[in-house]
């Protein structure tokens, strides 16, 4: 995102979002493992609004979707963003503890997320969808 922001400041925004919405498959890797400013957070959440609907995202990340507030200190954002991702999107969980396999597939069941993913990676995997 520091791109961004420097293309902010040197008037060249329209040629960096054409940059970010150029490739078929956009690759956001080790998502949150910073906290994104508010500055970068209105970046992202451009990048993904302009892709959404004409490219695709893959994004990796250790942080659960109910902490994305945290990393963009604000859950209108997160969630303004989340809104975009899941609307079309697939979410696979790893290998999981008792625990998160409790809480995923609590997910499953309430109708919020349905089973998409072939059948060698069932077992540890989910795929959510709004």
Known sequence: MTK??????EGRWQTM?????????????EFGY?????????????????RYEHGSIILTTNRG????GEIFDDTTVATAIL???LHHGTVLLPALDPLTRFAASSLVSSGHCKS???SPMRRHSKSCSS
């Open 116 to 118: 998409g993913i072939p």
């Open 4 to 9: 961004t922001q420097r293309a902010v400041l």
């Open 17 to 29: 979002m054409r940059f970010w919405n150029g490739p078929a498959l956009l690759i956001i890797d």
């Open 34 to 50: 910073l906290p994104l400013p508010a500055e970068a957070a209105s970046h992202l959440f451009q990048v993904v609004s302009r």
């Open 83 to 85: 809104d975009r991702l």
């Open 65 to 68: 979707i109910a902490s994305w």
